[in-house]
């Protein structure tokens, strides 16, 4: 397993060993010790997986009470995963990181509580899963604009294609309207 810091504090891609073998391949998604070893001690409450077609958008959320941190990979198909720092403290507020990650490169990204989250579907369709460190608490979500132009994220979409957004966020808040976090 391999942590790779990225631009933003926190945030790391996280590649696991995979093994294989004439069956196919074995590999470890998570495992308590190896990621106290390698710094993050984490408690899972939750476990969550969702399906989406090429060209949705899921995003960008999170939510101002029972901060999540997710530990987020794709078993089927591939996505561009997304990242907003909102940290009210953070050097890197209203910055945004993103990757690749598919069930051909196992990659796995660790979003720490402090950041909005979204996903664009790249491949016919695309299994999202994900672990959640705190409970799902829709009193308090807020769904950040995907394309707000002060945070300028680079989707890989189509020249002139819209993606699919849920009726939420499609009315997504601007970022200077946003809340931030702690
Ligand atoms: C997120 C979530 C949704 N639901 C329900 C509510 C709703 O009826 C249905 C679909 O919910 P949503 O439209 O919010 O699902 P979705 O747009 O997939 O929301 C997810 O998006 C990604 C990008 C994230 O980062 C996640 O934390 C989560 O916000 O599922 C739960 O029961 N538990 C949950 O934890």
């Known amino acids: 397993m391999t942590f790779e810091p990225t631009p933003l504090a926190g945030v790391y891609l996280i590649t696991p060993k995979v093994f294989g073998d004439e069956r196919g391949f074995f590999m470890e998604t998570w495992n308590r010790r190896v990621f106290a070893d390698a710094g993050f001690d984490l408690d899972f409450v939750q476990d969550n997986h969702s399906r989406s077609a090429r060209g949705i958008l899921r995003g960008m959320h999170y939510q101002t009470e ?8 794709v078993t089927a198909g591939s996505v561009f995963d997304a990242v907003v720092d909102m940290r009210r403290d953070s050097p890197t507020l209203g910055q945004w990181f993103g990757a690749e990650l598919s069930a051909e490169n196992h990659r796995m990204l660790w979003v720490p509580p402090g950041f ?3 996903f664009l579907v790249l491949s016919e369709y695309a299994d999202f899963l994900y672990k959640c460190t705190d409970i799902y608490h829709p009193a308090s979500e807020v769904s950040l604009a995907w394309d707000d132009p002060s945070v300028g994220i680079e989707w890989p979409l189509p020249a ?3 993606p699919q957004l849920s009726a939420k966020d499609s009315e997504g808040l601007p970022f200077d309207q946003a809340p ?3």
Do not use: F, M, N, Y
């Open 66 to 73: 029972h901060t999540q941190g997710k530990l987020v990979r």
């Open 116 to 118: 909005a989250h979204g």
């Open 160 to 162: 002139g294609e819209a």
């Open 180 to 182: 931030r976090l702690a």
